[in-house]
């Protein structure tokens, strides 16, 4: 079955380290893109990549990185300079004609 | 800028009656789709319904249903005979059309269905 895979499912990050999230679809989607979730304050957008070999700054990009080398994959990298990284994170992709979006199960991410 | 309101942070409704959870948005632009997604306890976000814009007919699901204000940026859903398994946080989102696909979402309504 088609789909997407984030991994891991649970994350645990000292201060002053990098961490990288992955995310994989096998659905032949062009775009994909990164979310923050925190309580109260809904999904807010990182980062986002319409295409192959490109992307944009979503409202929260400060802190991430992103990189799009190929169509399945679009792995998000939390930097140091991060100051509050601890929270839950969703990649979604899409499929170009409708506007139909499927999000993977989420990462949990917490600095200790 | 675009935004999404949902003013009601939680609910509760006794299992089998109805309940609407109410969304406002703000944009300038005129063509976009407008969605209701359901995350449970799982985390996983599922669609429940979408309605697009230039649509005047509400979109109906099975048990929901919206209410379609454009002129007044409204987009509430009505969910019918509420089941216990459809305590979730709720989010009311929208995307324009052609800009990205960016979809902005609302903070969510945590709905609680009581035996």
């Known amino acids: 079955d088609g789909g997407i895979t984030q991994s891991p499912k649970y994350l645990f990050r000292k201060e002053g380290q990098n961490v990288t999230l992955s995310c994989e679809q096998n659905?032949?989607?062009?775009?994909m893109y990164w979310y923050r979730q925190d309580p109260g304050q809904g999904l807010r957008l990182i980062y986002y990549?319409?295409?192959?070999?490109?992307?944009q700054k979503g409202d929260i990009a400060e802190g991430y990185s992103v990189s799009r080398e190929k169509k399945e994959s679009f792995p998000l990298t939390v930097t140091s300079a991060q100051k509050n990284p601890t929270a839950f994170y969703l990649c979604?992709?899409?499929?170009?004609?409708?506007?139909?979006?499927?999000f993977g199960s989420g990462t949990r991410l917490t600095v200790v | 800028a675009q935004t999404v309101t949902q003013s009601q942070p939680e609910m509760s409704v006794q299992e089998a009656e109805t309940v609407t959870l109410s969304c406002t948005y703000d944009?300038?632009?005129?063509?976009?789709?407008l969605f209701w997604y359901k995350q449970p306890p799982s985390r996983q976000m599922i669609l429940v319904i979408r309605?697009?814009?230039?649509?005047?007919q509400n979109a109906t699901e099975n048990r929901f249903s919206v209410n379609f204000q454009k002129a007044a940026k409204s987009f509430s859903l009505k969910i019918s005979d509420s089941q216990l398994g459809d305590t979730a946080m709720y989010f009311c989102?929208?995307?324009?059309?052609?800009?990205?696909?960016?979809?902005?979402f609302g903070q969510g309504t945590e709905l609680s269905v009581k035996p």
């Open positions: 309605q697009e814009a230039y649509k005047q």
């Open positions: 989102a929208f995307v324009i059309y052609n800009q990205g696909g960016k979809l902005i």
């Open positions: 979604a992709s899409r499929r170009d004609s409708n506007y139909g979006y499927t």
């Open positions: 659905l032949n989607h062009d775009a």
């Open positions: 944009t300038s632009e005129n063509n976009y789709y």
């Open positions: 990549s319409q295409i192959v070999n490109d992307f």
